[in-house]
């Protein structure tokens, strides 16, 4: 395939020798490479070089990088790719992992169209082993998808189903909630909860139910063109039956479909696992799904890599909110001890201006003293807060 970036040939940690482009995700460009300690076939993805040209914009996403290095280090699993090695070099981050050869899932359905309903099932249960296990170590992929999803069709693995991107978490946590423009996934995908900055593993349910209707219908449940009008159509508005699309999908796995594109997320199966064994069962029973427990569960709340027990970030980075706390007292300490200076002496009678009007301020209007201080402090927290990002900014 092409190599638009001309990076074959390129040999990354002194290890890894790029030989061919394979395909290309929303985050990076992925090659198949040699290790040249034994000479294997390795794929090695990329941070996408789009984001080198901005930094700023590419720390999130080198920490995404980050992010999917530590995850997958402490995941092993066979439905879920290996990683080899994380690193760097020359300014190119990397992950290094199995190669796989085959198509992923969204290939295989714009080529061949929609999945057999059984084929359906059986890769249902290979992406919810793999799911249950990550859930179970407290890991949330957050971006189940059909081209995150790998089906190997060669070699003595055929048909073993791999789950591949384990990106996202991350972003979840440093840029949703707030800023919409920022969201970063599939908003094809996205469980309702997730904009609410509440996702859980029962977020990953959400998507693999959206992924089966995909697989059984080629379409998606929603399929707006604008972030607000998939985001509206998830939180809002009801997912229509695949039953329509897929005639000979039965009543019992429609049903059980339905149920797993349930807004509230405690209305879901409460776990992968449980809803591929549903839909196995589906297939030879039919009728209204009425033996399904929805057992009300608490969602399994999210471990970000920050977390220690994931290794977290390393060195000073550790510690970068306590340093910039310091860094404004020393600041402040500074301003005291130096107010004879002629650079400090502005500022201080600019401070000291404000200071007497707010003192005949307080004389004056007594009531009104609590909410000034109130105010004093909120524009003191705000001022950390900003020398807290302006140092995390500079520093990365
Ligand atoms: N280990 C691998 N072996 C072969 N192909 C892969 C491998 N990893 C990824 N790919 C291909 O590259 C695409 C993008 O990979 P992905 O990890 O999802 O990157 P991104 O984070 O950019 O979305 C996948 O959809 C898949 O087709
Ligand atoms: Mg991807």
Same mark, same amino acid.
């Given at each position: 395939?092409?190599?638009?970036?001309?990076?074959?040939?390129?040999?990354?940690?002194?290890?890894?020798?790029?030989?061919?482009?394979?395909?290309?995700?929303?985050?990076?460009?992925?090659?198949?490479?040699?290790?040249?300690?034994?000479?294997?076939?390795?794929?090695?993805?990329?941070?996408?070089?789009?984001?080198?040209?901005?930094?700023?914009?590419?720390?999130?996403?080198?920490?995404?990088?980050?992010?999917?290095?530590?995850?997958?280090?402490?995941?092993?699993?066979?439905?879920?790719?290996?990683?080899?090695?994380?690193?760097?070099?020359?300014?190119?981050?990397?992950?290094?992992?199995?190669?796989?050869?085959?198509?992923?899932?969204?290939?295989?359905?714009?080529?061949?169209? !929609?999945?057999?309903?059984?084929?359906?099932?059986?890769?249902?249960?290979?992406?919810?082993?793999?799911?249950?296990?990550?859930?179970?170590?407290?890991?949330?992929?957050?971006?189940?998808?059909?081209?995150?999803?790998?089906?190997?069709?060669?070699?003595?693995?055929?048909?073993?189903?791999?789950?591949?991107?384990?990106?996202?978490?991350?972003?979840?946590?440093?840029?949703?909630?707030?800023?919409?423009?920022?969201?970063?996934?599939?908003?094809?995908?996205?469980?309702?909860?997730?904009?609410?900055?509440?996702?859980?593993?029962?977020?990953?349910?959400?998507?693999?139910?959206?992924?089966?209707?995909?697989?059984?219908?080629?379409?998606?449940?929603?399929?707006?063109?604008?972030?607000?009008?998939?985001?509206?159509?998830?939180?809002?508005?009801?997912?229509?039956?695949?039953?329509?699309?897929?005639?000979?999908?039965?009543?019992?796995?429609?049903?059980?479909?339905?149920?797993?594109?349930?807004?509230?997320?405690?209305?879901? !199966?409460?776990?992968?696992?449980?809803?591929?064994?549903?839909?196995?069962?589906?297939?030879?029973?039919?009728?209204?799904?009425?033996?399904?427990?929805?057992?009300?569960?608490?969602?399994?709340?999210?471990?970000?890599?920050?977390? !220690?027990?994931?290794?977290?970030?390393?060195?000073?980075?550790?510690?970068?909110?306590?340093?910039?706390?310091?860094?404004?007292?020393?600041?402040?300490?500074?301003?005291?001890?130096?107010?004879?200076?002629?650079?400090?002496?502005?500022?201080?009678?600019?401070?000291?201006?404000?200071?007497?009007?707010?003192?005949?301020?307080?004389?004056?209007?007594?009531?009104?003293?609590?909410?000034?201080?109130?105010?004093?402090?909120?524009?003191?927290?705000?001022?950390?807060?900003?020398?807290?990002?302006?140092?995390?900014?500079?520093?990365?």
């Amino acid at each position: 395939m092409r190599d638009v970036y001309n990076f074959n040939g390129r040999v990354l940690g002194r290890r890894f020798r790029l030989d061919s482009f394979i395909d290309e995700g929303g985050m990076g460009l992925v090659y198949l490479g040699t290790d040249l300690r034994n000479e294997k076939k390795v794929a090695i993805k990329l941070l996408h070089p789009r984001f080198s040209s901005k930094p700023l914009k590419m720390a999130p996403y080198l920490r995404a990088f980050e992010t999917e290095g530590k995850v997958l280090e402490s995941l092993r699993h066979d439905n879920i790719v290996r990683m080899y090695d994380v690193g760097t070099d020359d300014g190119l981050a990397y992950i290094a992992m199995e190669y796989l050869d085959g198509i992923n899932l969204e290939d295989r359905i714009h080529r061949d169209g !929609p999945i057999p309903i059984p084929e359906c099932s059986n890769i249902l249960s290979q992406i919810a082993n793999a799911l249950d296990y990550a859930h179970k170590r407290k890991i949330v992929h957050l971006d189940i998808k059909a081209a995150n999803i790998f089906l190997i069709e060669s070699g003595e693995e055929y048909n073993r189903v791999k789950v591949l991107d384990f990106g996202l978490a991350r972003f979840v946590q440093s840029t949703m909630g707030t800023t919409l423009s920022r969201v970063i996934g599939t908003p094809q995908y996205i469980a309702p909860e997730v904009y609410k900055n509440q996702a859980s593993s029962l977020s990953d349910v959400y998507s693999l139910g959206v992924l089966t209707f995909f697989m059984l219908t080629g379409n998606l449940p929603f399929s707006g063109s604008h972030l607000l009008e998939l985001m509206a159509s998830h939180t809002h508005a009801r997912p229509p039956s695949a039953r329509q699309r897929c005639p000979t999908l039965s009543q019992f796995n429609d049903e059980l479909i339905s149920l797993v594109l349930a807004k509230d997320p405690t209305e879901r !199966p409460k776990s992968t696992g449980s809803f591929a064994r549903h839909f196995e069962k589906g297939l030879t029973e039919d009728g209204p799904l009425i033996e399904f427990e929805t057992k009300r569960v608490l969602p399994l709340p999210i471990v970000y890599v920050d977390d !220690p027990r994931l290794g977290g970030r390393t060195g000073i980075r550790n510690h970068l909110g306590t340093l910039s706390y310091f860094v404004f007292l020393a600041f402040a300490f500074g301003l005291y001890f130096y107010r004879e200076s002629s650079y400090v002496q502005p500022i201080l009678s600019y401070f000291q201006v404000h200071l007497t009007n707010l003192q005949q301020y307080f004389t004056y209007m007594p009531p009104q003293y609590l909410g000034l201080m109130l105010l004093g402090c909120a524009g003191l927290v705000g001022l950390i807060l900003l020398f807290r990002l302006l140092f995390r900014i500079l520093i990365r």
